[in-house]
């Protein structure tokens, strides 16, 4: 995990510093971005074991859409949904999430690259399987989030994005798509 930890600044500095001569927008006003990934660590450990629960591999997706342009940067507000399945235990999670991208305030000039950072509000639904499926009181329920990550677009519409955070996994990398 920590060899991940320290890729991922050492990816945002590459990409940070291959600029392109143009001074344009990543993420603006009216921009709407879908995205689909696969998540690397879950968040969820319950006294400890979260590990031993043979959780599989997270995934989630979401939708954000540019709500407003500033000259330090753009806001957007959307919502994820994110699932990691297990031999005893089930997490659904799902809710409303927002972002500040920061392009402008470092004066990056890559129209390619989006960094942001941001904040979310999940309701996390849990259910047990021990030979009966069951529910457990203080399992569920609303949960609170960050995120700092990065997009960057391969063609005007298509990319690949890495976040750290801790929504449904704590880095969660995939594909993401403007319209």
């Given at each position: 995990m920590k060899k991940l930890l320290l890729f991922f600044p050492l990816l945002i500095g590459i990409l940070f510093f291959?600029?392109?001569?143009?001074?344009?927008?990543?993420?603006?006003e009216g921009d709407i971005v879908i995205d689909a990934g696969i998540g690397l660590g879950h968040t969820y450990s319950f006294g400890g074991i979260g590990t031993g629960l043979g959780l599989g591999l997270p995934f989630g997706a979401g939708v954000e859409y540019g709500i407003t342009t500033l000259d330090v940067g753009t806001i957007g507000v959307g919502g994820n949904f994110g699932y990691v399945g297990g031999d005893v235990l089930n997490i659904l999670y799902i809710g409303a999430r927002g972002s500040y991208h920061f392009n402008e305030l470092l004066e990056l000039e890559n129209e390619k690259l989006d960094l942001y950072g941001g904040i979310t509000l999940l309701y996390r639904n849990i259910s047990w399987d021990f030979g009966g499926s069951f529910n457990t009181p203080g399992d569920s329920g609303i949960v609170p989030g960050f995120h700092v990550g990065g997009r960057y677009y391969f063609s005007d519409n298509i990319g690949g994005y890495a976040e750290i955070g801790n929504n449904w996994a704590w880095l969660n990398v995939g594909v993401v798509f403007k319209l």
């Amino acid at each position: 995990m920590k060899k991940l930890l320290l890729f991922f600044p050492l990816l945002i500095g590459i990409l940070f510093f291959s600029t392109n001569a143009t001074k344009a927008q990543s993420f603006q006003e009216g921009d709407i971005v879908i995205d689909a990934g696969i998540g690397l660590g879950h968040t969820y450990s319950f006294g400890g074991i979260g590990t031993g629960l043979g959780l599989g591999l997270p995934f989630g997706a979401g939708v954000e859409y540019g709500i407003t342009t500033l000259d330090v940067g753009t806001i957007g507000v959307g919502g994820n949904f994110g699932y990691v399945g297990g031999d005893v235990l089930n997490i659904l999670y799902i809710g409303a999430r927002g972002s500040y991208h920061f392009n402008e305030l470092l004066e990056l000039e890559n129209e390619k690259l989006d960094l942001y950072g941001g904040i979310t509000l999940l309701y996390r639904n849990i259910s047990w399987d021990f030979g009966g499926s069951f529910n457990t009181p203080g399992d569920s329920g609303i949960v609170p989030g960050f995120h700092v990550g990065g997009r960057y677009y391969f063609s005007d519409n298509i990319g690949g994005y890495a976040e750290i955070g801790n929504n449904w996994a704590w880095l969660n990398v995939g594909v993401v798509f403007k319209l």
